[in-house]
């Protein structure tokens, strides 16, 4: 790690201030992602700039039933805020399968937003990889991509995003705020992450003097009835392989609304436009969920390491869609008790293990 300035600045003002100020100064929040990218030699800042002063670490009601949740709240706090629990809960959910108790009391919203993908090329110095050296490759599509993504990938690039909580406010067409010196911007969380096209290392919408100061979760009655569902290797706070945030609303056996990401499979948190457009206004059953998922998943670009993620997708996706629609009984923070362990953290469903299903 070479040596870096340090600056804690007072308020948000002389926070980005300071960043405008030095093209190789970054923000530091929890620094559960950035002092291990340090570490390890991929993030080398000319000066960090401890946020951890600022008055961001609060959440609020909006009207309507919304949440302005300050980029400083822990993830920890978030997850076991009873607004959130109750009026989203597959916010919570997701948190609470994202990562270890003593991470979450660290990592904060606007850096679980802003963390960088965990594929191995990306850590390895001596690999190819185009988010760490642009134009260098990128050994994981003809490596071991197990775990890489089958959507929205390019040649440049097949990183899965890893956030666990970036999937749940896809789904709930959350709002990121973000400071600059030139004034307050809203962006749809839809278009804070960016493909990777011809540019991976381009990873958000966020230019590099903004901060996030807050994200804001409009109101969505929808959400009220909501799961996240993932699958992993093992329940001990693994990456996703698959996951889904799912919302669903049904009246007298027809889908009247119903808000659907998936994580584990994509390069962003990915909206699954296709299969919302598909199931809206449709019947509520196991055969609509299927194609719904399998529309969704028909541009899917696999490789031999990753195509088991196809089939596991469908099935949770179906699976997730059925046990809303049959409302399940709620265990810790939402999620049904069937899929948590004695810590409340999602296992893999039972149903997901079958051939074609198994990770």
Known sequence: ??????????????????????????????????????????????????????PLDEVHDLPGGGLRVGALVR?????????????????????????????????TVGGNLLQRTRC?????????????EPGAGCD???????????????????ATHPSDMCVALAALDAVVEARSVRGVRRIPIAEFHLPPGDTPHVETALAADELITAVELPPSPVAARSRYRKVRDRASYAFALVSVAAALEVTDGVVTDVRLALGGVATTPWRAREAERLLLGGPASEEAYRRAAEAELAPADVRPGNAFKTGLA?????ATLRDLGEGLGEGIAGVPR????????ARMPRDLTDEEGTA
């Open 140 to 158: 994981a599509i003809g490596g071991f991509n197990r775990s890489h993504a089958v959507l929205g990938g390019s040649d440049s690039c097949i």
């Open 314 to 318: 469908r099935a949770t996706v179906v």
């Open 120 to 132: 191995p090329y990306f850590y390895d110095r001596e690999s190819a990889c185009n988010k760490r």
């Open 75 to 107: 993830n920890s706090a978030l997850a076991a805020d009873r607004r959130v629990a109750a009026r989203f809960p597959m916010l919570s959910q997701a948190i609470l399968a994202g990562a270890s108790a003593q991470l979450r009391n660290m990592a």
């Open 338 to 345: 069937d899929l948590t362990d004695e810590e409340g953290i």
């Open 1 to 54: 790690m070479r040596p870096f300035a340090y600056l804690k600045p007072a308020d948000v003002d002389e926070a980005v201030l300071a960043v405008a100020a030095d093209p190789g100064a970054r923000f530091l929040g929890g620094g559960t992602n950035l002092v291990d990218l340090m570490r390890e030699g991929i993030e080398r800042p000319a000066t960090v700039v401890d946020l951890t002063a600022l």
